[in-house]
């Protein structure tokens, strides 16, 4: 082997083993709910309306609106997944720490690979990378709710209403005596003790790992691991998509002539990114494996090897999706939106 092979060698070594990029991926395995958050709330706060409002030759106010809604429902995303996913992702990670304390002998058991310790178990990997990417499809439809909910909301604060506002009171700030608990509206003779309340979000995970349902369903889907992360979050979009168009045909506070815009937009946005986002993972995917098997060279003895797998697995469909979602698709979606909006305005003004 030449020098500069030898050399070349070495430095792509150092660089699937640097201690940022290794960090980074534990980080996003150990937190995959709040890294796919994260990214959805920078990609629709800025890039997705920039690539909303660029779009030429559409209607000024139907990208105002698309904007608004990339913005609010990243907004949203953001704050719910957080919310429910933090809980999870740190009560997993009590799990990690002690599972005698909270999981029942026989579901470790099964769990549990020979030679290996529990956190490392393939089964076990599976589960608990299952619950917390599922705290996102599970909060979809309250995510889609609140987020057409303060669509209109926005707007008014971008083209405020000539409304007059009413005249609001300010309310004194009030110092609570030391005594009065705000978050129990009580008062206590004794400051409140919350001793023993931080095993309650563990043990409510535990519970889902100790069922037999949920065991069964790791055992005979575990081997799809590499998926689990562009499965989820296929299925996330789809339920956000559909209650987003149920809620924005229901609301009375969304202008009439801009529902429809909305809906066809985001209908086009998230098939196109479905369909297209699902081949481009399996075709890097399928032609990454030659990097995976360098990358678990270049970090053999790590022990914390399987980690920076999993955060591999997530990044790769979540930047995918991201990039298809939030900037190449918002202009071809808003663009066909629009065209499709005007052919039928023009189609019911024939038929009258």
């Known amino acids: 082997m030449k020098l500069s092979q030898i050399n070349s060698s070495t430095s792509f070594k150092r660089a699937l083993n640097n201690k940022y990029l290794l960090k980074g991926l534990e ?22 309306p920039a690539s909303i409002l660029l779009t030429p030759k ?17 907004l ?11 809980p999870v992702e740190n009560a997993i990670k009590n799990i990690d720490k002690n599972p005698d304390k909270f999981l029942n002998p026989d579901i470790i058991a099964k769990m549990k690979d020979k030679g290996k310790a529990l956190v490392d178990s393939k089964n076990y990997k599976f589960a608990s990378q299952l619950i917390k990417l599922s705290t996102g499809f599970l909060t979809a439809v309250p995510k889609s709710l609140i987020a057409v909910a303060l669509m209109p909301f926005i707007m008014n604060l971008i083209s405020p209403s000539k409304n007059p506002k009413q005249n609001t009171k300010k309310i004194e700030n009030y110092k609570y005596p030391k005594t009065y608990n705000p978050v129990f509206k009580q008062f206590y003779d004794e400051p409140v003790s919350f ?18 349902t949920f065991q ?15 499965n989820l979050s296929i299925a996330t979009d789809v339920l956000l998509a559909g209650s987003f168009i149920v809620r924005t045909k229901k609301s009375k506070k969304i202008d009439e002539n801009r529902k429809n815009p909305l809906i066809y937009n985001k209908a086009i946005s998230t098939a196109l990114s479905i369909l297209l986002g699902y081949k481009i993972d399996k075709f890097i995917q399928k032609n990454s ?11 053999i003895n790590d022990p914390k090897l399987t980690k920076y797998i999993q955060g591999i697995n ?3 469909p979540t930047i995918i999706f991201a990039i298809l979602y939030y900037a190449i698709l918002p202009v071809l979606s808003v663009f066909t939106a629009d065209k499709i909006n005007k052919l039928n305005k023009e189609k019911q003004m024939k038929m009258q």
Do not use: C, W
């Open 314 to 316: 997530v990044l790769r």
């Open 195 to 212: 001793k023993g309340l931080k095993d309650i979000p563990a043990k409510s995970v535990s519970a889902i790992f100790n069922s037999n």
């Open 289 to 299: 494996s030659d990097f995976i098997e360098k990358f678990k060279n270049a970090n």
């Open 58 to 74: 559409t209607d000024k106010e139907n990208k105002k609106y698309a904007a608004v809604d990339s913005f609010s429902s990243g």
């Open 216 to 230: 069964n369903f790791v055992q005979k889907h575990s081997s799809n691991d590499a998926n689990i992360a562009r």
């Open 27 to 48: 980080t996003i395995a150990n937190h995959p709910a709040s890294f796919i958050a994260g990214t959805t709330l920078v990609m629709s706060s800025v890039i997705r």
């Open 76 to 86: 949203v995303k953001f704050a719910i997944t957080e919310a429910v996913a933090l």
